[in-house]
């Protein structure tokens, strides 16, 4: 089965910039999609199909995806943005969803 | 704004089986996807399986597919996940999210419901 690899943390001082990063087989053929989830609540939209951003979620966030990593990378990070983040994508060969196993995202 | 509103906590002695529903406000199905994950304490997302209700086709996880089954009543306007056999290991919140008709993600969750399984 395809499998998705985060790191667990990853931490970064407010007003820089944070990359979190999703490994992946080929990952670049597919569409990535990232969630964003604060502690007690539902995992939240924040990117899909790789690069585009739903309403809503600030232009300081964006993403990309090539050969076997995917990237979520937010500039000018706010102590807000402090929380987990999950990758995922849908694997055709298998019509199985999976989901990376999160990265806690320290500000 | 649409809202998936999910059914309450539930505590179940192992062996039992439970099942989950939830509601999206509005109404209708329509052609959209409906997602069940889990998520035991302290721990990552876990992807349980999918329905289409207007099709009524499923996707169930290989983990899962002994022991879940995901429907949809058209006449309660609600989406039901059922996990048999239950484990203490299967003590997690438990979401609905839906997805929309243009792609494999999820634009919107329920609020969760907390299953406990104790030991």
């Known amino acids: 089965s395809y499998v998705l690899t985060q790191p667990p943390s990853v931490s970064v001082a407010p007003g820089q910039t944070a990359r979190l990063t999703c490994g992946g087989n080929n990952i670049g053929s597919r569409s990535v999609h990232w969630y964003q989830q604060k502690p007690g609540q539902a995992p939240a939209l924040v990117m899909y199909?790789?690069?585009d951003r739903p309403s809503g979620i600030p232009e300081r966030f964006s993403g990309s995806n090539s050969g076997n990593t995917a990237t979520l990378t937010m500039s000018r990070v706010e102590a807000g943005d402090e929380a987990d983040y999950y990758c995922?994508?849908?694997?055709?060969?298998?019509?199985?969803?999976?989901f990376g196993g999160g990265t806690k995202l320290t500000v | 704004q649409l809202q998936l509103v999910q059914s309450g906590p539930e505590v179940k002695k192992p062996g039992s089986s439970v099942k989950v529903s939830c509601e999206p406000s509005g109404g209708t199905f329509s052609t959209y996807t409906f997602t069940w994950v889990r998520q035991a304490p302290g721990q990552g997302l876990e992807w349980m399986g999918r329905?289409?209700?207007?099709?009524?086709?499923?996707n169930y996880a290989q983990k899962f597919q002994d022991r879940v089954t995901i429907t949809a009543d058209e006449s309660t306007t609600s989406i039901y996940m059922e996990l048999s056999n239950l484990r203490s290991d299967d003590t997690a919140v438990y979401f609905c999210a839906r997805s929309p008709r243009s792609g494999n993600f999820f634009d919107y969750w329920g609020q969760g419901s907390l299953v406990s399984v104790p030991s």
């Open positions: 329905i289409i209700p207007v099709f009524g086709s499923t």
């Open positions: 995922q994508v849908w694997d055709t060969g298998s019509d199985q969803l999976v």
């Open positions: 199909d790789d690069t």
